[in-house]
Protein backbone atom coordinates (compact mmCIF):
# COMPACT_ATOMS: atom_id res chain seq x y z
CA UNK A 1 0.00 0.00 0.00
CA UNK A 2 1.56 3.34 -0.67
CA UNK A 3 1.80 5.98 2.56
CA UNK A 4 -1.15 7.30 3.00
CA UNK A 5 -2.99 4.21 2.93
CA UNK A 6 -4.65 4.06 -0.73
CA UNK A 7 -4.64 0.23 -2.46
CA UNK A 8 -2.61 -0.10 -5.85
CA UNK A 9 -3.26 -1.79 -8.57
CA UNK A 10 0.69 -3.12 -7.77
CA UNK A 11 -0.28 -4.53 -4.57
CA UNK A 12 -2.87 -6.77 -6.73
CA UNK A 13 -0.56 -7.91 -9.24
CA UNK A 14 2.45 -9.14 -6.49
CA UNK A 15 0.03 -10.80 -4.66
CA UNK A 16 -1.89 -12.91 -8.05
CA UNK A 17 1.59 -13.39 -9.24
CA UNK A 18 2.49 -14.93 -5.99
CA UNK A 19 -0.72 -17.01 -5.87
CA UNK A 20 0.25 -18.48 -9.71
CA UNK A 21 3.76 -18.90 -8.29
CA UNK A 22 2.69 -21.35 -5.57
CA UNK A 23 1.16 -24.71 -5.63
CA UNK A 24 0.45 -24.73 -1.79
CA UNK A 25 -3.53 -23.72 -1.07
CA UNK A 26 -2.08 -22.39 2.95
CA UNK A 27 0.64 -20.34 1.24
CA UNK A 28 -2.59 -19.07 -1.70
CA UNK A 29 -4.48 -18.46 1.09
CA UNK A 30 -1.80 -16.46 3.49
CA UNK A 31 -1.12 -14.23 0.49
CA UNK A 32 -5.13 -13.48 0.00
CA UNK A 33 -5.17 -12.75 3.37
CA UNK A 34 -2.54 -10.64 3.63
CA UNK A 35 -3.77 -8.62 1.06
CA UNK A 36 -7.57 -8.31 2.28
CA UNK A 37 -6.64 -7.17 5.85
CA UNK A 38 -4.34 -4.17 3.95
CA UNK A 39 -7.63 -3.58 1.64
CA UNK A 40 -9.83 -3.36 4.38
CA UNK A 41 -7.45 -0.69 5.79
CA UNK A 42 -7.54 0.79 3.02
CA UNK A 43 -11.46 1.49 2.64
CA UNK A 44 -11.76 3.30 5.88
CA UNK A 45 -8.64 5.50 4.66
CA UNK A 46 -11.03 6.98 1.63
CA UNK A 47 -13.60 8.08 2.51
CA UNK A 48 -14.51 9.38 -0.54
CA UNK A 49 -14.76 5.85 -2.08
CA UNK A 50 -17.87 3.76 -0.10
CA UNK A 51 -16.44 1.58 2.60
CA UNK A 52 -16.75 -1.79 0.91
CA UNK A 53 -15.47 -0.74 -2.82
CA UNK A 54 -11.95 -1.16 -2.28
CA UNK A 55 -12.40 -4.16 -0.87
CA UNK A 56 -14.76 -5.61 -3.81
CA UNK A 57 -12.69 -4.59 -6.40
CA UNK A 58 -9.60 -6.22 -4.89
CA UNK A 59 -11.79 -9.48 -4.30
CA UNK A 60 -13.18 -9.09 -7.86
CA UNK A 61 -9.51 -8.65 -8.96
CA UNK A 62 -8.23 -11.69 -7.45
CA UNK A 63 -10.85 -13.89 -8.59
CA UNK A 64 -9.64 -12.77 -12.31
CA UNK A 65 -13.05 -10.70 -12.55
CA UNK A 66 -14.09 -6.94 -13.76
CA UNK A 67 -16.93 -5.48 -11.36
CA UNK A 68 -18.28 -4.39 -14.59
CA UNK A 69 -19.05 -7.61 -16.40
CA UNK A 70 -18.83 -6.44 -19.76
CA UNK A 71 -16.33 -3.44 -20.41
CA UNK A 72 -16.85 -3.19 -24.97
CA UNK A 73 -13.05 -3.47 -25.17
CA UNK A 74 -12.53 -6.25 -27.56
CA UNK A 75 -8.97 -8.46 -28.28
CA UNK A 76 -7.54 -6.05 -31.09
CA UNK A 77 -8.17 -2.92 -28.87
CA UNK A 78 -5.47 -4.73 -25.83
CA UNK A 79 -2.61 -5.69 -28.60
CA UNK A 80 -1.02 -2.53 -29.14
CA UNK A 81 -0.75 -0.64 -25.76
CA UNK A 82 1.17 2.85 -25.19
CA UNK A 83 4.56 2.40 -23.48
CA UNK A 84 4.19 1.14 -19.96
CA UNK A 85 4.68 3.81 -17.05
CA UNK A 86 8.14 3.28 -15.10
CA UNK A 87 6.47 3.78 -11.75
CA UNK A 88 3.61 1.96 -10.62
CA UNK A 89 1.26 4.51 -9.45
CA UNK A 90 -2.52 3.71 -10.26
CA UNK A 91 -4.81 3.05 -7.75
CA UNK A 92 -7.44 0.29 -7.81
CA UNK A 93 -10.05 2.76 -7.35
CA UNK A 94 -8.64 4.77 -10.41
CA UNK A 95 -8.94 1.80 -12.34
CA UNK A 96 -12.31 0.37 -11.25
CA UNK A 97 -13.71 3.77 -12.33
CA UNK A 98 -11.81 4.04 -15.83
CA UNK A 99 -13.36 0.35 -16.85
CA UNK A 100 -17.20 2.31 -15.40
CA UNK A 101 -16.22 4.51 -17.88
CA UNK A 102 -15.74 2.01 -20.46
CA UNK A 103 -18.23 -0.03 -19.98
CA UNK A 104 -20.72 3.21 -20.30
CA UNK A 105 -19.83 4.49 -23.82
CA UNK A 106 -22.21 3.69 -26.80
CA UNK A 107 -23.20 5.57 -29.63
CA UNK A 108 -21.29 7.40 -32.54
CA UNK A 109 -17.48 6.88 -31.79
CA UNK A 110 -17.43 4.69 -29.74
CA UNK A 111 -14.48 2.84 -30.87
CA UNK A 112 -11.85 5.74 -30.88
CA UNK A 113 -13.41 6.85 -27.66
CA UNK A 114 -12.86 3.46 -26.52
CA UNK A 115 -9.19 3.58 -27.83
CA UNK A 116 -8.36 6.50 -25.80
CA UNK A 117 -9.46 5.52 -22.72
CA UNK A 118 -7.73 2.25 -22.73
CA UNK A 119 -4.27 4.17 -24.23
CA UNK A 120 -5.02 6.58 -20.99
CA UNK A 121 -5.30 3.83 -18.96
CA UNK A 122 -2.72 1.56 -19.87
CA UNK A 123 -0.57 4.61 -20.18
CA UNK A 124 -0.33 4.54 -16.73
CA UNK A 125 0.35 1.17 -16.04
CA UNK A 126 3.71 -0.53 -15.31
CA UNK A 127 4.63 -3.20 -17.83
CA UNK A 128 3.58 -5.87 -15.52
CA UNK A 129 0.28 -3.81 -14.62
CA UNK A 130 -0.58 -3.73 -18.18
CA UNK A 131 -0.02 -7.64 -18.38
CA UNK A 132 -2.22 -8.05 -15.46
CA UNK A 133 -5.04 -5.89 -16.91
CA UNK A 134 -5.08 -7.64 -20.27
CA UNK A 135 -5.72 -10.69 -18.55
CA UNK A 136 -8.39 -9.25 -16.78
CA UNK A 137 -10.36 -7.34 -20.02
CA UNK A 138 -9.78 -10.78 -21.55
CA UNK A 139 -10.81 -13.04 -18.58
CA UNK A 140 -7.86 -15.32 -19.08
CA UNK A 141 -7.34 -15.23 -15.28
CA UNK A 142 -10.86 -16.14 -13.90
CA UNK A 143 -10.63 -18.69 -11.32
CA UNK A 144 -13.35 -20.24 -10.11
CA UNK A 145 -10.87 -22.48 -8.36
CA UNK A 146 -9.93 -19.60 -6.10
CA UNK A 147 -13.45 -19.87 -4.31
CA UNK A 148 -12.43 -22.28 -2.00
CA UNK A 149 -8.60 -20.52 -1.17
CA UNK A 150 -11.09 -17.13 -0.88
CA UNK A 151 -13.15 -18.65 1.82
CA UNK A 152 -10.21 -20.04 3.78
CA UNK A 153 -8.36 -16.67 3.34
CA UNK A 154 -11.17 -14.90 4.84
CA UNK A 155 -11.64 -16.61 8.01
CA UNK A 156 -8.02 -16.10 8.18
CA UNK A 157 -8.27 -12.45 8.17
CA UNK A 158 -11.40 -11.97 10.15
CA UNK A 159 -11.06 -14.87 12.81
CA UNK A 160 -14.57 -16.04 11.57
CA UNK A 161 -15.24 -19.69 11.36
CA UNK A 162 -14.17 -21.06 8.42
CA UNK A 163 -17.53 -23.32 8.17
CA UNK A 164 -19.86 -20.60 8.38
CA UNK A 165 -18.06 -18.57 5.52
CA UNK A 166 -18.21 -22.00 3.59
CA UNK A 167 -21.69 -22.01 4.37
CA UNK A 168 -22.36 -18.63 3.15
CA UNK A 169 -20.38 -19.16 0.03
CA UNK A 170 -22.16 -22.18 -0.73
CA UNK A 171 -25.99 -20.53 -0.17
CA UNK A 172 -24.88 -17.36 -2.18
CA UNK A 173 -23.25 -19.20 -5.18
CA UNK A 174 -19.83 -16.93 -5.03
CA UNK A 175 -17.14 -16.46 -2.20
CA UNK A 176 -17.10 -12.49 -3.54
CA UNK A 177 -20.16 -10.86 -2.10
CA UNK A 178 -19.30 -13.13 0.98
CA UNK A 179 -15.69 -11.85 1.52
CA UNK A 180 -16.76 -8.17 0.86
CA UNK A 181 -19.71 -8.56 3.67
CA UNK A 182 -17.78 -9.93 6.44
CA UNK A 183 -14.75 -8.09 5.39
CA UNK A 184 -16.72 -5.17 5.81
CA UNK A 185 -19.31 -5.40 8.61
CA UNK A 186 -17.51 -8.82 10.07
CA UNK A 187 -20.27 -12.08 11.33
CA UNK A 188 -23.10 -10.00 11.34
CA UNK A 189 -22.35 -9.62 7.54
CA UNK A 190 -22.83 -13.33 7.24
CA UNK A 191 -27.12 -13.06 8.18
CA UNK A 192 -27.86 -12.32 4.66
CA UNK A 193 -26.85 -15.34 3.42
CA UNK A 194 -29.64 -17.38 4.97
CA UNK A 195 -32.24 -19.90 2.35
CA UNK A 196 -34.78 -18.13 1.26
CA UNK A 197 -37.47 -19.85 -0.02
CA UNK A 198 -37.82 -18.48 -3.85
CA UNK A 199 -34.34 -17.46 -4.36
CA UNK A 200 -32.05 -20.09 -6.21
CA UNK A 201 -29.29 -22.04 -4.08
CA UNK A 202 -26.23 -23.55 -5.68
CA UNK A 203 -27.38 -27.28 -6.59
CA UNK A 204 -25.05 -29.87 -4.50
CA UNK A 205 -22.93 -32.00 -7.15
CA UNK A 206 -21.65 -35.45 -7.68
CA UNK A 207 -17.84 -36.77 -8.41
CA UNK A 208 -17.54 -39.90 -10.16
CA UNK A 209 -16.48 -43.37 -10.43
CA UNK A 210 -16.23 -46.15 -12.74
CA UNK A 211 -18.10 -48.58 -10.93
CA UNK A 212 -20.55 -49.02 -7.89
CA UNK A 213 -17.71 -50.79 -5.63
CA UNK A 214 -15.61 -47.78 -6.39
CA UNK A 215 -18.43 -45.01 -5.53
CA UNK A 216 -19.29 -47.07 -2.47
CA UNK A 217 -15.92 -46.53 -0.95
CA UNK A 218 -16.20 -42.78 -1.54
CA UNK A 219 -19.45 -42.53 -0.17
CA UNK A 220 -19.14 -45.16 2.61
CA UNK A 221 -21.67 -48.06 3.48
CA UNK A 222 -24.55 -48.55 3.55
CA UNK A 223 -25.07 -45.96 0.97
CA UNK A 224 -28.48 -45.38 -0.94
CA UNK A 225 -28.49 -46.17 -5.19
CA UNK A 226 -31.20 -43.82 -7.23
CA UNK A 227 -31.46 -43.57 -11.11
CA UNK A 228 -28.86 -40.77 -12.68
CA UNK A 229 -32.35 -39.78 -15.01
CA UNK A 230 -30.56 -37.90 -18.10
CA UNK A 231 -32.82 -34.80 -18.17
CA UNK A 232 -32.34 -31.42 -16.53
CA UNK A 233 -31.85 -30.36 -13.04
CA UNK A 234 -34.75 -28.18 -11.43
CA UNK A 235 -34.87 -26.31 -8.24
CA UNK A 236 -38.80 -25.99 -7.14
CA UNK A 237 -39.90 -23.33 -4.31
CA UNK A 238 -42.97 -22.99 -3.77
CA UNK A 239 -44.30 -20.07 -0.97
CA UNK A 240 -48.15 -20.51 -0.75
CA UNK A 241 -49.73 -20.12 -4.17
CA UNK A 242 -46.36 -19.22 -5.63
CA UNK A 243 -44.45 -21.64 -7.27
CA UNK A 244 -40.92 -20.49 -9.12
CA UNK A 245 -38.82 -23.42 -10.77
CA UNK A 246 -34.75 -23.04 -11.50
CA UNK A 247 -32.41 -24.72 -13.26
CA UNK A 248 -29.21 -26.22 -12.76
CA UNK A 249 -27.41 -22.79 -13.34
CA UNK A 250 -30.65 -20.80 -11.61
CA UNK A 251 -32.13 -19.33 -14.61
CA UNK A 252 -36.18 -19.30 -14.06
CA UNK A 253 -37.56 -21.56 -16.36
CA UNK A 254 -41.27 -21.53 -14.08
CA UNK A 255 -43.29 -20.42 -17.65
CA UNK A 256 -41.68 -23.02 -19.57
CA UNK A 257 -42.39 -26.08 -17.53
CA UNK A 258 -46.31 -26.06 -16.09
CA UNK A 259 -45.96 -29.62 -15.20
CA UNK A 260 -43.28 -29.04 -12.19
CA UNK A 261 -45.74 -26.04 -10.66
CA UNK A 262 -48.48 -28.51 -10.89
CA UNK A 263 -46.66 -31.22 -9.10
CA UNK A 264 -45.69 -29.21 -6.51
CA UNK A 265 -48.82 -27.55 -5.67
CA UNK A 266 -50.27 -30.73 -5.33
CA UNK A 267 -48.31 -31.08 -2.47
CA UNK A 268 -49.50 -30.62 1.28
CA UNK A 269 -47.62 -27.83 2.36
CA UNK A 270 -47.12 -24.05 2.01
CA UNK A 271 -43.45 -23.71 1.90
CA UNK A 272 -41.09 -25.56 0.11
CA UNK A 273 -38.10 -26.46 -1.59
CA UNK A 274 -37.52 -29.20 -3.62
CA UNK A 275 -34.27 -30.57 -5.88
CA UNK A 276 -34.84 -32.92 -8.76
CA UNK A 277 -34.76 -33.99 -12.47
CA UNK A 278 -37.16 -33.30 -15.08
CA UNK A 279 -37.53 -35.55 -18.16
CA UNK A 280 -39.28 -36.18 -20.72
CA UNK A 281 -40.55 -40.20 -21.23
CA UNK A 282 -42.08 -42.28 -23.81
CA UNK A 283 -45.63 -43.60 -23.81
CA UNK A 284 -43.78 -46.60 -22.81
CA UNK A 285 -41.93 -44.89 -19.69
CA UNK A 286 -38.29 -45.15 -20.73
CA UNK A 287 -36.69 -41.53 -21.56
CA UNK A 288 -36.51 -39.80 -24.31
CA UNK A 289 -32.85 -38.64 -25.38
CA UNK A 290 -31.66 -35.55 -23.82
CA UNK A 291 -32.35 -33.45 -26.84
CA UNK A 292 -35.88 -34.17 -26.44
CA UNK A 293 -36.07 -33.05 -22.56
CA UNK A 294 -33.33 -29.72 -23.60
CA UNK A 295 -35.46 -28.76 -26.45
CA UNK A 296 -38.86 -28.15 -24.66
CA UNK A 297 -37.09 -26.71 -21.64
CA UNK A 298 -35.08 -24.23 -24.07
CA UNK A 299 -37.90 -23.13 -25.77
CA UNK A 300 -40.52 -20.29 -24.25
CA UNK A 301 -43.80 -21.95 -25.22
CA UNK A 302 -44.74 -24.98 -23.32
CA UNK A 303 -48.36 -25.86 -25.18
CA UNK A 304 -49.14 -26.35 -28.47
CA UNK A 305 -50.11 -30.06 -30.16
CA UNK A 306 -46.23 -31.13 -30.28
CA UNK A 307 -45.34 -30.34 -26.95
CA UNK A 308 -43.36 -33.12 -25.52
CA UNK A 309 -44.97 -33.85 -22.12
CA UNK A 310 -42.43 -33.84 -19.24
CA UNK A 311 -42.43 -35.74 -15.92
CA UNK A 312 -40.35 -34.49 -12.67
CA UNK A 313 -38.97 -36.58 -10.28
CA UNK A 314 -38.03 -35.19 -6.70
CA UNK A 315 -34.63 -36.37 -4.84
CA UNK A 316 -33.82 -33.97 -1.94
CA UNK A 317 -35.51 -31.60 0.17
CA UNK A 318 -34.11 -28.39 1.63
CA UNK A 319 -36.65 -26.99 3.12
CA UNK A 320 -40.55 -27.22 4.23
CA UNK A 321 -42.89 -24.69 5.93
CA UNK A 322 -40.07 -22.63 8.21
CA UNK A 323 -37.91 -25.33 8.47
CA UNK A 324 -34.33 -25.68 6.99
CA UNK A 325 -33.39 -29.10 6.33
CA UNK A 326 -29.99 -28.36 4.37
CA UNK A 327 -27.99 -29.22 7.96
CA UNK A 328 -30.02 -32.71 8.20
CA UNK A 329 -28.19 -35.38 7.25
CA UNK A 330 -29.73 -37.42 3.71
CA UNK A 331 -31.49 -40.33 5.57
CA UNK A 332 -33.08 -37.52 7.59
CA UNK A 333 -34.28 -35.41 4.72
CA UNK A 334 -35.53 -38.15 2.72
CA UNK A 335 -37.67 -38.83 5.25
CA UNK A 336 -38.84 -35.39 4.90
CA UNK A 337 -38.88 -35.90 1.24
CA UNK A 338 -40.95 -39.47 1.88
CA UNK A 339 -43.55 -38.11 3.85
CA UNK A 340 -44.15 -34.91 1.41
CA UNK A 341 -43.68 -36.24 -1.99
CA UNK A 342 -45.86 -39.08 -3.16
CA UNK A 343 -43.46 -42.07 -4.78
CA UNK A 344 -44.30 -41.96 -7.87
CA UNK A 345 -42.44 -38.58 -7.49
CA UNK A 346 -39.61 -39.35 -6.38
CA UNK A 347 -36.40 -41.41 -7.98
CA UNK A 348 -36.07 -44.79 -7.73
CA UNK A 349 -33.94 -45.73 -5.32
CA UNK A 350 -32.31 -48.48 -2.78
CA UNK A 351 -30.42 -48.33 0.14
CA UNK A 352 -27.70 -51.55 0.42
CA UNK A 353 -24.22 -52.32 1.76
CA UNK A 354 -23.66 -54.61 -1.17
CA UNK A 355 -21.76 -53.62 -4.27
CA UNK A 356 -23.64 -56.88 -6.27
CA UNK A 357 -26.86 -55.56 -4.96
CA UNK A 358 -25.70 -51.56 -6.21
CA UNK A 359 -24.27 -53.45 -9.48
CA UNK A 360 -27.60 -54.99 -10.60
CA UNK A 361 -29.84 -51.86 -9.49
CA UNK A 362 -27.40 -49.78 -11.82
CA UNK A 363 -27.76 -52.84 -14.75
CA UNK A 364 -31.64 -52.89 -14.27
CA UNK A 365 -31.56 -48.47 -14.40
CA UNK A 366 -29.53 -48.98 -17.63
CA UNK A 367 -31.96 -51.62 -19.43
CA UNK A 368 -34.64 -49.09 -18.78
CA UNK A 369 -32.47 -46.65 -20.30
CA UNK A 370 -31.37 -44.41 -18.19
CA UNK A 371 -27.80 -42.93 -17.46
CA UNK A 372 -26.80 -44.91 -14.84
CA UNK A 373 -26.88 -44.26 -10.94
CA UNK A 374 -26.50 -41.79 -8.38
CA UNK A 375 -24.62 -43.00 -5.34
CA UNK A 376 -25.26 -41.58 -2.14
CA UNK A 377 -23.72 -41.38 1.27
CA UNK A 378 -26.41 -41.10 3.95
CA UNK A 379 -24.92 -39.06 5.98
CA UNK A 380 -23.79 -36.03 4.54
CA UNK A 381 -25.97 -32.66 4.84
CA UNK A 382 -27.01 -31.05 1.90
CA UNK A 383 -23.43 -28.91 0.37
CA UNK A 384 -25.02 -26.56 -2.09
CA UNK A 385 -22.83 -25.86 -4.79
CA UNK A 386 -20.23 -28.63 -3.65
CA UNK A 387 -18.80 -31.53 -5.48
CA UNK A 388 -17.88 -33.63 -2.65
CA UNK A 389 -17.73 -36.95 -2.06
CA UNK A 390 -21.49 -37.07 -0.76
CA UNK A 391 -22.73 -37.74 -4.22
CA UNK A 392 -20.86 -40.28 -6.68
CA UNK A 393 -22.42 -40.76 -10.16
CA UNK A 394 -22.02 -43.93 -12.33
CA UNK A 395 -22.51 -43.78 -15.82
CA UNK A 396 -22.83 -46.54 -18.64
CA UNK A 397 -20.29 -44.57 -20.80
CA UNK A 398 -17.38 -42.72 -19.88
CA UNK A 399 -17.92 -38.73 -20.48
CA UNK A 400 -15.80 -35.68 -19.10
CA UNK A 401 -16.44 -31.75 -19.13
CA UNK A 402 -13.16 -30.52 -20.54
CA UNK A 403 -12.29 -26.92 -21.12
CA UNK A 404 -11.85 -25.81 -25.02
CA UNK A 405 -8.91 -24.30 -24.97
CA UNK A 406 -8.09 -24.01 -28.34
CA UNK A 407 -9.45 -25.02 -32.14
CA UNK A 408 -7.80 -25.94 -34.96
CA UNK A 409 -8.91 -24.54 -39.01
CA UNK A 410 -9.97 -27.56 -40.70
CA UNK A 411 -8.38 -29.07 -44.31
CA UNK A 412 -10.50 -30.56 -46.82
CA UNK A 413 -14.24 -30.84 -46.17
CA UNK A 414 -13.57 -28.70 -43.18
CA UNK A 415 -11.71 -25.90 -45.03
CA UNK A 416 -12.76 -22.80 -43.09
CA UNK A 417 -14.33 -23.84 -40.31
CA UNK A 418 -12.36 -24.20 -36.86
CA UNK A 419 -12.63 -27.81 -36.50
CA UNK A 420 -10.43 -29.71 -34.72
CA UNK A 421 -10.53 -28.97 -30.68
CA UNK A 422 -7.97 -28.48 -27.57
CA UNK A 423 -9.15 -30.43 -24.58
CA UNK A 424 -7.88 -29.15 -21.11
CA UNK A 425 -8.83 -30.65 -17.82
CA UNK A 426 -8.50 -28.20 -14.20
CA UNK A 427 -5.99 -28.85 -12.32
CA UNK A 428 -7.40 -29.29 -8.78
CA UNK A 429 -3.88 -28.36 -7.15
CA UNK A 430 -3.13 -25.02 -9.07
CA UNK A 431 -6.47 -24.06 -10.97
CA UNK A 432 -4.66 -24.16 -14.19
CA UNK A 433 -6.35 -26.11 -17.19
CA UNK A 434 -3.92 -28.99 -18.76
CA UNK A 435 -4.31 -30.26 -22.02
CA UNK A 436 -5.51 -33.80 -22.82
CA UNK A 437 -6.08 -34.13 -26.27
CA UNK A 438 -8.26 -33.14 -29.40
CA UNK A 439 -10.83 -33.87 -31.37
CA UNK A 440 -13.16 -33.10 -34.28
CA UNK A 441 -15.30 -36.58 -33.81
CA UNK A 442 -18.70 -35.73 -33.07
CA UNK A 443 -18.80 -32.38 -34.78
CA UNK A 444 -21.97 -31.61 -36.61
CA UNK A 445 -22.00 -29.47 -39.29
CA UNK A 446 -24.01 -27.11 -37.30
CA UNK A 447 -21.62 -27.41 -34.56
CA UNK A 448 -18.67 -26.30 -36.83
CA UNK A 449 -20.75 -23.26 -38.22
CA UNK A 450 -21.40 -22.13 -34.18
CA UNK A 451 -17.87 -22.55 -32.75
CA UNK A 452 -16.79 -21.12 -35.78
CA UNK A 453 -18.38 -17.93 -34.90
CA UNK A 454 -18.30 -18.53 -31.51
CA UNK A 455 -14.50 -18.79 -31.04
CA UNK A 456 -13.40 -16.05 -32.77
CA UNK A 457 -15.46 -13.61 -30.78
CA UNK A 458 -13.69 -15.07 -27.76
CA UNK A 459 -10.21 -15.41 -29.57
CA UNK A 460 -7.20 -14.55 -26.95
CA UNK A 461 -4.67 -15.07 -29.40
CA UNK A 462 -4.40 -16.53 -32.83
CA UNK A 463 -1.49 -18.37 -35.13
CA UNK A 464 -1.34 -19.43 -38.61
CA UNK A 465 -3.68 -22.60 -37.68
CA UNK A 466 -4.87 -22.28 -34.66
CA UNK A 467 -7.25 -19.97 -32.75
CA UNK A 468 -6.75 -19.87 -28.84
CA UNK A 469 -9.91 -19.02 -26.52
CA UNK A 470 -10.68 -17.50 -23.84
CA UNK A 471 -11.56 -19.94 -21.00
CA UNK A 472 -15.56 -20.23 -21.62
CA UNK A 473 -16.38 -22.56 -23.28
CA UNK A 474 -16.91 -26.42 -21.91
CA UNK A 475 -17.34 -29.32 -23.80
CA UNK A 476 -18.64 -32.66 -22.77
CA UNK A 477 -16.43 -35.30 -24.46
CA UNK A 478 -17.27 -39.30 -24.73
CA UNK A 479 -14.15 -41.41 -24.52
CA UNK A 480 -13.17 -45.14 -24.71
CA UNK A 481 -10.37 -45.34 -22.03
CA UNK A 482 -7.01 -43.18 -21.29
CA UNK A 483 -3.74 -43.48 -22.19
CA UNK A 484 -0.08 -43.51 -21.45
CA UNK A 485 0.97 -40.10 -23.77
CA UNK A 486 4.22 -38.23 -23.43
CA UNK A 487 3.31 -35.91 -26.09
CA UNK A 488 0.32 -34.18 -23.41
CA UNK A 489 1.71 -32.37 -20.39
CA UNK A 490 -0.01 -34.72 -18.20
CA UNK A 491 1.47 -38.13 -19.62
CA UNK A 492 -1.83 -39.01 -20.91
CA UNK A 493 -4.48 -38.43 -22.87
CA UNK A 494 -8.04 -39.61 -24.19
CA UNK A 495 -9.02 -42.84 -26.26
CA UNK A 496 -11.27 -42.04 -28.92
CA UNK A 497 -12.65 -39.07 -27.80
CA UNK A 498 -16.00 -37.36 -29.22
CA UNK A 499 -17.83 -34.87 -28.82
CA UNK A 500 -21.62 -35.14 -27.24
CA UNK A 501 -22.25 -31.71 -26.55
CA UNK A 502 -21.67 -28.11 -25.68
CA UNK A 503 -22.59 -27.90 -22.28
CA UNK A 504 -23.77 -23.75 -21.59
CA UNK A 505 -25.17 -24.70 -18.27
CA UNK A 506 -21.15 -25.08 -16.90
CA UNK A 507 -18.62 -22.93 -16.26
CA UNK A 508 -14.72 -23.47 -16.13
CA UNK A 509 -14.92 -23.88 -12.39
CA UNK A 510 -17.16 -26.90 -12.93
CA UNK A 511 -14.43 -28.72 -15.12
CA UNK A 512 -13.27 -32.20 -14.62
CA UNK A 513 -9.63 -32.38 -13.13
CA UNK A 514 -7.02 -33.90 -13.93
CA UNK A 515 -7.31 -35.87 -10.91
CA UNK A 516 -10.42 -37.36 -11.37
CA UNK A 517 -8.90 -38.31 -15.34
CA UNK A 518 -5.46 -39.54 -13.67
CA UNK A 519 -7.77 -42.17 -11.24
CA UNK A 520 -9.81 -43.17 -14.41
CA UNK A 521 -6.34 -43.81 -16.41
CA UNK A 522 -4.49 -45.88 -12.94
CA UNK A 523 -7.48 -47.35 -11.57
CA UNK A 524 -8.96 -46.46 -7.92
CA UNK A 525 -6.94 -46.03 -5.18
N1 LIG B 1 -31.11 -39.26 -8.61
C1 LIG B 1 -30.37 -38.19 -8.90
N2 LIG B 1 -29.77 -37.49 -7.90
C2 LIG B 1 -29.02 -36.40 -8.17
N3 LIG B 1 -28.80 -35.94 -9.42
C3 LIG B 1 -29.38 -36.58 -10.44
C4 LIG B 1 -30.19 -37.72 -10.23
N4 LIG B 1 -30.63 -38.15 -11.44
C5 LIG B 1 -30.11 -37.31 -12.35
N5 LIG B 1 -29.35 -36.37 -11.77
C6 LIG B 1 -28.61 -35.33 -12.51
O1 LIG B 1 -27.23 -35.63 -12.42
C7 LIG B 1 -26.48 -34.46 -12.16
C8 LIG B 1 -25.38 -34.79 -11.22
O2 LIG B 1 -24.20 -34.92 -11.90
P1 LIG B 1 -23.19 -33.71 -11.84
O3 LIG B 1 -23.27 -33.05 -10.56
O4 LIG B 1 -21.88 -34.21 -12.26
O5 LIG B 1 -23.78 -32.67 -12.86
P2 LIG B 1 -23.54 -32.75 -14.40
O6 LIG B 1 -22.09 -32.65 -14.63
O7 LIG B 1 -24.48 -31.81 -15.04
O8 LIG B 1 -24.01 -34.21 -14.69
P3 LIG B 1 -23.72 -34.99 -16.00
O9 LIG B 1 -22.82 -34.13 -16.86
O10 LIG B 1 -23.04 -36.21 -15.49
O11 LIG B 1 -25.08 -35.22 -16.55
C9 LIG B 1 -27.44 -33.55 -11.45
O12 LIG B 1 -27.13 -32.21 -11.77
C10 LIG B 1 -28.80 -33.95 -11.96
O13 LIG B 1 -29.16 -33.10 -13.04
Redesign the pocket.
Known amino acids: MSDTGIMLLSEVVTTSAALAGTRSRLKKAEFIAGLLSKATESSSAQPAVTGSAVTEIVVTYLSGELRQRRTGVGWRTLQDAPEPAAEASLTVVAVDAAFAELAEMSGTGVQARRRAAVDALFGRATADEQWFLRQLVSGELRQGALDGVMADAVARATGIPLGKIRAATMLRGAAAPVAVAVLTEGEAGLAQFGLEVGRGVQ?M??Q?ATTIAEALAKTGTPAAL????????IQAHRNGDHVVVYT?TLDDITARVPEVVTAVRALDARQIVLDG?LIALRPDGRPEPFQVTGSRTATRSATGPDTVPLTPYF?DILHQDGQDLLGLDSTARHEWLAKLVPEERR?PRLVTDDAAAGQEFFADAVRRGH?GV?V?SLTVPYEAGR?GSG?V?V?QTH?L?LLVLAAEWGHGRRTGWLSNLHLGARDEETGEFVMLGKTFKGLTDELLRWQTERFQEIAARRDDWVVYVRPEIVV?IAFDGVQTSPRYPAGMALRFARVLRY?E??SPA?VDTIQTVRSIHLGPD
Open positions: PLASEWKLDGIRREFVEMKRWKKTDERDKD
